[in-house]
């Protein structure tokens, strides 16, 4: 019987809902806004332009908050204030749009506290001058940048899946995705 109004009939679809703590962030193609839902009240706390998705696998939500990408940046939400942008000063911003596809993807290695950025999961090009993905490493906050880790010789375009995190019977965290088949 609740229900809170955000922007309607602004032209943008919603990509994706992801909740932190008392906070509900809806992602648009172009626009976040962050919606407060603490104490029975519900009210939109903040809207973010340009910080919006293509793609619902392009959000992670993790304990230290909720990471996302576009070609605008790589971004975490940690709960209070506006998002932070973790490639400012850290990655050219040309760079990063021509790495970010409208079918990037993101994951979260918890064993190590690694983000994962995939510009485009659609087709991973077999190139050794393309980047297959980024690596944020929240305990140093700094960027790592592979090539041939994801693809195989033997194929010129290959397909990867989301990142999936499960625990096995022996309690130990495992981070999964498929790429054409194979898992990795």
């Not at 992801?18 to 919606?35: D, M, P, W």
């Not at 990408?69 to 506006?82: L, M």
């Not at 050794?128 to 993905?133: D, F, K, M, R, Y």
Request: aromatic content about 12%; some cysteine; charged content about 20%.
């Amino acid at each position: 019987t609740e229900f809170v109004d955000v922007a309607i009939r602004d032209g943008e679809s919603i990509i994706k809902l992801a909740s932190f703590g008392n906070r509900l962030l809806q992602f648009k193609e172009h626009t976040l806004y962050v919606i407060a839902t603490a104490g029975g009240e519900e009210y939109l706390e903040g809207t973010f332009h340009h910080r919006g998705v293509s793609h619902p696998n392009a959000v992670t939500v993790l304990p230290e908050g909720v990471f996302w990408v576009n070609e605008f940046g790589a971004f975490i939400f940690s709960g209070e204030g506006a998002p932070t942008n973790l490639i400012d000063n850290k990655i050219d911003n040309n760079d990063w749009a021509t790495f970010i596809t409208t079918n990037a993807i993101t994951g979260y290695y918890p064993r190590e506290k690694k983000l994962m950025v995939v510009g485009n999961a659609g087709t991973l090009l077999d190139d050794t001058a393309s980047t297959e993905i980024y690596y944020f490493n929240l305990l140093t906050a700094s960027w790592n940048e592979q090539k041939d880790t994801l693809t195989e010789t033997d194929t010129d375009r290959q397909v990867i899946t989301n990142f999936v995190n499960y625990v096995d019977k022996q309690d130990d965290m495992h981070t999964i995705f498929m790429c054409n088949g194979n898992s990795g």
